[in-house]
């Protein structure tokens, strides 16, 4: 299979707006005692097509959300989106996690729980079915929605890999 190129390079000239995924305080316990810190997961997204996570460490909360927020726009992926939802079904996978992603008529909502809304709304998808299945983890949740979202083609390119017309994609 031939090597994708949906990353987009430069972030300069894009709105992107950021979500909080979830937020972890981590405990380290030494012999002088406890130090804590926290872990952010953050997913960015112009609501247009474009979507990125990070994460970020540090001993703030507010820092580690920076943190995370620089790490998103470092890990930006363009999505085809169709009048509001996703071109076809997917499944994919992380960890324990997996998840089915399914086009929705307009007026469905975004039927997603958790990680994979705040994905799903940030990439500017308004009608979609989801469904996770295994681990809840929030981290395997973003990164399995993420990678599903990678594997979307839009009907243009099926057609154009083919090398037929749009709408011998439909009719088969």
Avoid: C, Y
Wanted: a positive charge.
């Amino acid at each position: 299979m031939a090597k994708r190129n949906n990353r987009v390079k430069s972030t300069n000239d894009i709105d992107l707006k950021d979500r909080l995924v979830a937020i972890n305080r981590v405990t380290k316990v030494t012999k002088g005692g406890r130090t804590f810190t926290f872990a952010a997961i953050v997913v960015v997204g112009n609501e247009n097509g474009i979507v990125g996570w990070g994460l970020g460490k540090a001993n703030e909360v507010t820092a580690a959300i920076a943190k995370g927020v620089e790490a998103a726009k470092k890990n930006l992926i363009k999505v085809p989106v169709h009048k509001g939802t996703i071109p076809h079904e997917q499944v994919a996978k992380f960890g324990g996690s997996r998840i089915i992603l399914k086009p929705a008529s307009h007026g469905t909502g975004v039927k997603a729980g958790g990680a994979m809304r705040a994905v799903l709304e940030s990439v500017g998808i308004t009608d979609v079915l989801a469904k996770s299945k295994g681990s809840s983890n929030p981290h395997n949740l973003v990164k399995a929605t993420i990678a599903a979202l990678d594997e979307m083609r839009s009907p243009a390119t099926v057609a154009q890999n083919r090398g037929i017309s749009v709408e011998q994609v439909f009719k088969g």
